[in-house]
């Protein structure tokens, strides 16, 4: 079913400094008859709904959703692309933040285990003095 919807088939290229430039777009198309691909300097992408409107939100649709962007994706206005770069960063950071814990997480689990087999060693030797009393 989604196949046979209506969307926009558009192509871009990417000039100096790989900046995105010369958008064809196909409005009122379907994604059957889009022929979607990556290709060296370039990309044709289908977006259901709305046509990109300049070749830099082509590029940020490609960049951020893939070739084929669904119904309700697509946003790349200035406040999604900074959600999407803040989401990038903790990913990217996360093995980072993880590295940095890891030694303080390990030395609070041993802590927590000696004191806990201090306490288990005192009661045992609570638990001796209690039963030979008991047996006195």
Known sequence: ELAASLGC???????????????RIEPATTLGSCAVE?????????KFGKCPEDADEASCLIQHHGLIVDVGEGSCGSQALATTDFNAAIKRNACTVFAALLPAFIAAVLFV?????????????GQQHLLADALE
Do not use: K
């Open 113 to 125: 285990r000696h004191i806990l087999s201090r306490r288990q060693a005192e009661m045992t030797e």
């Open 9 to 23: 088939c558009f192509s871009l290229g990417y000039g100096s400094r790989m900046e995105p430039c010369c958008l």
């Open 38 to 46: 990556r290709r060296l300097g370039g990309a044709t992408a289908f």
